[in-house]
């Protein structure tokens, strides 16, 4: 299908037409709902329950929950990297399905690196595969907001590294004009 306007197909990443319930820190208490969101969110791989606790305490600096009417609308896992912590690796984000439309992603993000925390970042990096058509949309619209510096590799190779069990993981690395 060719989209001439993006958000036709993702409108996730459209103009955000709506100011999204709450954003917080994760807790501990968040390790669940975070497991049961990214399970409602193919093609995102699920890690084990006791990942998202270790997401939800020991970096909850980096990793962002959205909540609406008291339920877990949206995650973003992220860390800095150890060997340069002025980029942010943005792990995984997940907008629950029935969130989705509304700008959500995009606003978690730019929640997150609104953080104190965080003023030192000066790029993001994630990896996306070839067919998370949403994730794309949403780091493509960053970068675009960025000057359009952004580049892509590859990462881990589906054959070399995934010896065939998993798709090839694209590395797409965003300079941020801050």
């Known amino acids: 299908m060719i989209v001439s306007a993006p958000w036709v197909a993702f409108p ?3 103009g955000e037409t709506e100011k999204h319930g709450s954003f917080s ?20 791989d699920t890690n084990s329950s006791y990942c998202n606790f270790l997401q939800s ?15 877990v609308s949206g995650f973003i896992s992220g860390y800095l990297k150890p060997e340069d912590p002025t980029t942010l690796f943005v792990w995984q984000v997940a907008v629950s399905p029935k969130h989705r439309g509304k700008g959500l992603a995009h606003q978690m993000l730019r929640a997150l690196l609104s953080r104190e925390a965080l003023q030192g970042v000066k790029a993001i990096e994630t990896t996306i595969t070839r067919d998370n058509g949403a994730s794309w949309a949403l780091f493509k619209k960053v970068d675009t907001q960025n000057g359009q510096q952004g580049s892509v590799s590859t990462f881990l190779d589906h054959t070399t590294h995934f010896k065939g069990k998993h798709d090839t993981e694209y590395l797409y690395r965003i300079p941020l004009n801050r």
């Open 12 to 14: 996730e990443i459209g």
């Open 25 to 44: 820190e994760p807790s501990a208490d968040d390790g669940d709902d975070i497991f049961n969101l990214i399970a409602q969110c193919p093609p995102l």
């Open 57 to 71: 305490t020991h970096f909850s600096k980096t990793c962002l929950i959205a909540r609406y009417d008291g339920e």
